[in-house]
Structures are given as structure tokens and as C-alpha cells.
């Protein structure tokens, strides 16, 4: 048996220790996608940052969680907000979705105005894109 892990605890503490690592990697590397995803960071204070986490990278991902943590989730709801209006505006370019009811009243009186529709197929128009 190896003289590391003699008995069951220290295998426990092992195990421990090795989730606490992997949860600290996991800050450290969501800090560093933060820092490189924030638009409003000038280059200088990037670099900046950079230094601070490459060379002292656990005391650096709690420094910028200290001082740019309020802000970091406020720009992921709002790259997530971006992301989601992008998707809706896609999926009703592709669906061909219904255009909005003034541009069908729009649509309508250009028809009547060119003679293809009359008053009454104008108005009944204008009632379904109203409903």
C-alpha cells in the first residue's frame, strides 16, 4: 500500500484537498475569461490583471473576485440578455415571423391605394392585424 494514504481518512482528506483545488482552478480560469471578455477594461489595466493572476494566481482571483465581483455578474446577464435577443431575432428571421400589425395596416393601404383590394377587404384587414 502506498505510505500516502495509510488509513481511510487520510484518502478523505485527500479527496478534499483535491476538490479544493479543482474548485480554485475553476475561479481562477472564470476570472481570467472575465477579464478578457470585459469590453469596458482598457488594454493597460487587462495587462494589468493579467500580471496580477499569471504571477500570483490564487491571491490575484481573489483580489479581482474583491474588487470586480459585483460587476461580473452584471456583465453575464448581460452578455446572457445580448445572446437570448440575438437567438429570438434569428429564430423569427428564419421562422419568417409575422410582421408587426402597422406594417400589415401599412401592407393593407398600399393594396387599397393601388386598387388590388377594396374598402371592405381593407378593413377586414386591418381588423385581423388589430386582433
Known amino acids: ?36 471578455g470585459d469590453r469596458g477594461l482598457s488594454g493597460w489595466a487587462k495587462a494589468g490583471w493579467a500580471i496580477v493572476l499569471v504571477f500570483l494566481p490564487w491571491v490575484g482571483a481573489l483580489i479581482y473576485l474583491i474588487a470586480r465581483g ?22 423569427q428571421q428564419v421562422a419568417g415571423g409575422s410582421p408587426s400589425p402597422a406594417a400589415q395596416i401599412a401592407d393593407a393601404k398600399q393594396l387599397l391605394d393601388s386598387g388590388a383590394i377594396n374598402q371592405a377587404e381593407f378593413e377586414a384587414l386591418k381588423a385581423k392585424a388589430v386582433a
Open 70 to 91: 459585483r460587476s461580473m455578474s452584471e456583465r453575464q446577464r448581460a452578455a446572457a440578455a445580448e445572446r437570448e435577443s440575438a437567438q429570438k431575432e434569428y429564430i
Open 1 to 36: 500500500m502506498d505510505a500516502m494514504t495509510n488509513n481511510f481518512g487520510e484518502v478523505l482528506l485527500w479527496t478534499f484537498w483535491f476538490f479544493i483545488w479543482i474548485g480554485a482552478v475553476m475561479v481562477w480560469i472564470r476570472c481570467v475569461f472575465d477579464l478578457f
